[in-house]
């Protein structure tokens, strides 16, 4: 298979910027170096980069230069194919796209966007560039607005004329469909292509609120200013409202995302508004455009500047109604790198649409030799959505906790279950502006369960002298509520810790969780990414000076983490000595740890006690353990205690721009994970990510 490919739409607006999000994270996730190359942009303003470009480069954060992802604007194009340069064309693009390759493992290539005046023109040189760089072609094709049959034909004749040419199609995507069972366009499709089997074909359902433009978008189309409530930019705009009557008959248009359109003195019209983003009885409007120039009256906009937190945009523009109105009828959504919404609902709405497992075979030949820190973690939200578990967030009312909650959901990675204040959880999920109309909110006290769960808890503890009052509050602390929803399998894992302490977080799942069968402690691991492979190292958070009895333990736990995850497990008992080299009560209990391991896993790679050179670099490795299968090739460290572990992963981390994921908590019945308290968003979707694979590996393994 090549390692390379072309994305090419047919028409404009054919949502290809999700479709690239998508495979550029498919294609991360199983190969380590992938550039991306437009051919030909369209942009050619000065100063202006092109869309997709900069999209791509920002979100997947890629070690590229924006030189060095394209060869022409679209006109400059024209302008040599007519004036007979269509040789020199080819010969600048494919040179450009050799130097990729040279330096990357793929070179994903993205076609024209259709927004010119000839689309016969990008037709043409679309084939024309995927022919002569040897691509194999993805086609994307605009089902919008168009029946079965228009669909079927439309496409059927795009495919035969790429065939036409020589081409290799990978795969066809049919993009924007309106919602239903979409087997029959396939099935058609199919027949009219007389190969059933040539090529996989799918069919992606149009998503609206990608399509929609946000009140953001509207700021840079129109160039306005934001008057009051930035924070609230990324609001959609479904529909557009020229406010001109009285505010009584004026509430009577608006609809759930309408951007208001008034001139800048209307202060009726836009305290009307902010009154019925309030009411309960009123659509949600997206915010307000004030036009003209004009600015509201000076006692407005007091009553503005005192309002904490104002509930929609205000937005001010020179021009005058009409004229600003016309204009934005032109706009659409589009996908920015800081639209973090859009970029979460394209990736869930292509992965749901999308055989993913099918598509990267015939993307990439060969499995990953090396995994980096995008690859690992792009494969936690795909294992973690292969079946979908229920993690509960006992930190319901936390910013962070929400935020994650919000794209765990749009991702399809977990079932989110809030603990605390049902109001306070619900005015904040408003207040953030987010989507979790899929979450469970449970108010630990208030929940039909709180009985059950409190007697439950009192019949656990008794014989430690708890008493029925003291049960009531335990239930009571959002921490202890979820830990127990774990333990009556109303909740699959948990995750807490980014406002109480590991202690708080680990001491209920220890009082009624409790440890495996096997299993004498919770220890952890992190997952450490260097930039050309994953490691695991235990244990950096929880056990101060374990004894050999418990390292071996730790030991044991580990590899089976780690086996979990994808990894191999090749552990390296670490020591300051290697092999008989060194003497001392430290390296003693790593070599009776090492032993009870063996005694009790022979079949593992286990190998202790090693320094760290030698666990790590093959060469030192030959040199102090030449016979030795994990010298040299470790890939599960394991410190001989907590001072180590912790100082050596956060040294790694530093001096070696690594991404430490973790900790992840090890050896409990029901995966409970711990966050700390300076976790960031990506921290916590990560760390759900983990539990939603522990539950699924402690489900398969009952």
Known sequence: MANHLYVTGTEPRSGKSAIILGIMQLLLRDVQGVAFFRPIINTTAEGVRDHDINLVLSHFNLDISYKETYSYTIQEAREMINSGQHEALLEKILNDFNSLHANYDFVLCEGTDFLGTDPAF?????????????????LIANGQKKSKDEIVASTHLTVESFEEKGLDIVACIINRVEAGDHTDIIEALKKE???????????????????????????????????????????LVDNYVIAAM??????????????????????????????????????????????????????????????????????????????????????????????QRKIDTSLRVFESSVNIDELGKRLVAACPTVVTPKMFEFGLILKAKAKKQRIV???????????????????????????????????????LGLQLDEATIIEPAKSPDYGDYVQT?????KHKGIREEDARDRMSDPTYFGTMMVYKD???????????????????????????????????VFFMCLKDRVLVYGDCAVNPNPTAQE?????????????????????????????????????????????????RAPELLLEGPLQYDAAVDIEVARAKMPDSKVAGRATVFIFPDLNTGNNTYKAVQRSAQAVAVGPVLQGLKKPVNDLSRGCTVPDIVNTVAITAIQAQADKEAQ
């Not at 505010?247 to 902010?274: A, K, M």
């Not at 983490?561 to 003497?583: D, Q, W």
């Open 457 to 461: 808890y009192y019949e656990l503890r």
């Open 193 to 235: 292509l007389h190969c059933p089997d040539c090529f996989p074909i799918y069919v992606i359902p149009e998503e609206l609120s990608l399509g929609k433009p946000t009140v953001a978008d509207v700021v840079k189309w129109l160039k306005a200013t934001v008057i009051y409530g930035k924070e609230r930019v990324d609001n």
């Open 246 to 339: 009285q505010v009584g008959n004026f509430l009577n248009y608006i609809e759930p995302g309408s951007l208001v359109i008034t001139p800048g003195d209307r202060s009726d019209i836009i305290l009307g508004s902010l009154a019925s983003r309030l009411s309960t009885t009123f659509p949600d409007v997206a915010g307000i455009l004030l036009t003209g120039g004009l600015r509201p009256s000076a006692s407005v906009r007091k009553l503005l500047e005192g309002w904490v937190g104002a509930p929609v945009p205000i937005l001010s523009v020179d021009g005058h109604t009409y004229k600003t109105t016309r204009v934005l009828y032109d706009l659409y959504g589009r996908i920015e790198p800081e639209d």
């Open 551 to 599: 390292l071996a333990e730790i030991a044991l736990s580990s590899a089976h983490t780690a086996r979990v995850f994808g990894i191999e497990p090749r552990v390296a008992m670490l020591s300051y000595s290697t092999g008989a080299s060194g003497k001392g009560q430290e390296v003693e209990k790593v070599v009776e740890a090492t032993r009870i391991a063996h005694e």
């Open 393 to 431: 967030l006992p930190e319901g009312t936390g910013e962070r906790i929400l935020k994650a909650a919000d794209i765990l959901l749009r991702r399809g990675v977990a079932d989110i279950i809030l603990l605390g204040s049902v109001d306070i959880i619900r005015r904040q999920i408003i207040d």
């Open 122 to 138: 990008e037709f043409d040189i679309n084939i024309d560039i995927a022919s002569n760089l040897g691509c194999p072609v993805l």
């Open 490 to 524: 109303h909740a699959d894992g948990m995750v807490s810790g980014s406002e109480t302490t590991t202690a708080q977080t680990i001491r209920p799942a220890l009082e009624f969780i409790k440890t495996k069968p096997g299993c004498s402690l919770v220890s952890s």
